[in-house]
């Protein structure tokens, strides 16, 4: 095998531009197939990260990173920037037949390379074991137990200190470009964020002085 078909067998990582439809369109599906197969592993019929739309994407106040493999998407990470010391893994996926080769773990560790002065925190199902275990393997540890508001799903919040790293060459960059927070309020049918819906889930929000943090929302990630 020649180096170039060597190189060609491994993914590009890069910053998506969710804002683009196309784009937003291509992560929508990424992530559809990965929360298909948690939905599965929770053993719940009505999983609101389904609903997500691509529209919904496009809006994120959020960092959208991706691994790319022959031109076609197969992972897809989104960090949350909340405050200057704390990020928040709100989504975490890898299309269902790329499982097993690596690519969450790959693109987390390059995602979590650019905000290692953070703190990071990450929430999932609790039943999503392959999930629980892949972020326990980068450090974090389980800080939170609780359930879903309207669904009622045991979910774990896990939590990662701020570290000191080099950054790996040809990885991500951009990430520091100013972000607004996005803020989530909820509601009797699930959250509705001041700026977008994610149909249910909501994400951490920056508390008002004297006020409690916002309920996390789940990431999905295999492989």
Known sequence: MTAAAADSSRPVVARLDHRDPR???????????????????????????LRRT???????????????????????????????DHAHVGSLAVLPEMFRR??????????????????????????????ILLYER???????RWQTPVEGIPMVTLSRPARTSTIPSA???????PHPPTRW???????????????????????APGSSAGTPRPAASRG
């Open 171 to 177: 990885t991500l960059s951009d990430v520091n470009a």
């Open 54 to 84: 691509a529209g919904e994407i496009a809006r994120a106040e959020a960092h959208f990173f991706g691994s790319t493999l022959d031109g076609r998407l197969v992972a897809v990470v989104e960090i949350e920037t909340e405050t200057d």
């Open 102 to 131: 690596g690519l969450g773990r790959e693109l987390l560790e390059s995602a979590l390379a650019r905000f290692r002065g953070r703190r990071v925190t990450v929430s999932t199902g609790a039943a999503n074991l392959p999930a």
């Open 23 to 49: 784009r937003a369109e291509e992560i929508r599906a990424v992530l559809f197939g990965a929360y298909q197969v948690e939905a599965a592993i929770l053993a719940v019929e009505d999983f609101p990260p």
């Open 185 to 207: 309020i909820w509601s009797s049918t699930g959250c509705c964020p001041t700026r977008s819906c994610a149909a249910g889930w909501a994400s951490p929000r920056r508390p």
């Open 138 to 144: 980068q450090g974090f540890t389980i800080s939170r």
